[in-house]
């Protein structure tokens, strides 16, 4: 379906007024505490003065000018954020106001706005079974605004999954530490081993995208439902009890499934449903993180 132009300005425009509306000074700061430096940086030579570490004494410059300089190290604050995001056909699914997709381009505009505060670079990696688009990592408004127009640009994918591809990906182009943000609804197996490597290598993140209707089916009769990504179609009854709560206990047991691969590989999870905001659940996390000294634990 072509994309119109128009409409998609439109919805750029309405989340760029809503994310900036949700980021406060608390929420910049929260972010700043949660996510630090991956290292330290030659900041600059002075003279000494008493109460300095002498372990910090630079003695070159010392013996040069016959007077005690310290060496000054600050805190490697520039960042990269990848965003590695699922526009697979499942993410178009919605039963309220907005699809999972829209959601995710919500949450992403939300993080890159406020990394864009701190001056970090974020980049972009668009994932379906194959990877649809790649953005190297880049500083300023602009990378973000055509963050987010690219992923509402791509909702209208009919494809599949691969978690594990979109990861190795990102294990081929990005070399150096980075805050890595996966947002999926994770409908998808086989791909641990390439999470638990990312983790390993990235401070990955797990934002958990959903609609209340993928695990809870309304009373409604008789439904022909399609799976987005493979276009099959399936008869439910709705109105068999029996049907519903077989459904509901295997949405609970796959749910559970994944927060126990995801916790088991070290990664941090963002749970966001598009029946809620979100601002809190992200605080939440920040919070999280802080009690925990940053990353994990």
Not at 41 to 59: A, H, L, S
Not at 244 to 251: I, S
């Amino acid at each position: 379906m072509p994309i119109d132009t128009q409409e998609l300005m439109k919805q750029v425009g309405r989340i760029k007024i809503l994310t900036n509306r949700l980021i406060d000074d608390r929420l910049s700061g929260d972010y700043h505490s949660v996510f630090k430096g991956h290292g330290i940086e030659f900041d600059e030579v002075r003279p000494y003065v008493p109460g300095d570490d002498v372990r910090t004494i630079d003695w070159n410059v010392t013996a040069r000018t016959g007077f005690p300089h310290i060496k000054r190290f600050s805190e490697e604050r520039e960042l990269t954020i990848l965003f590695l995001i699922d526009v697979s056909g499942s993410q178009v699914f919605g039963s309220g106001t907005r699809p999972k997709s829209e959601l995710a381009a919500e949450i992403a505009c939300l993080l890159s706005l406020t990394a864009l505060r701190n001056q970090d670079k974020i980049g972009l990696v668009l994932f379906s079974d194959r990877i649809v688009k790649s953005i190297p990592p880049r500083k300023g408004r602009t990378a973000v605004m055509r963050l987010v127009r690219e992923i509402l640009a791509a909702e209208e994918t009919r494809h599949g999954t691969d978690i594990g591809a979109a990861l190795r990906f990102l294990s081929n182009v990005q070399k150096r530490k980075a805050i890595v943000f996966l947002i999926s609804d994770f409908q998808d197996q086989g791909y641990e081993k390439e999470l638990r490597v990312a983790a390993r290598r990235h401070d990955l993140i797990s934002c958990l995208v959903s609609d209340p209707r993928e695990y809870e089916l309304p009373d409604v009769g008789l439904v022909e439902l399609e799976d987005p990504e493979t276009g099959e179609l399936l008869l439910v009854d709705t109105g068999s009890r029996r049907v519903r709560e077989t459904f509901a206990a295997n949405a609970a047991r796959d749910r559970e499934s994944l927060r126990t691969t995801l916790r088991r590989s070290g990664v941090n999870t963002l749970d966001l449903s598009t029946d809620r905001p979100y601002i809190d659940d992200v605080r939440r996390l920040f919070r999280s993180r802080q009690l925990r000294g940053g990353r994990r634990g």
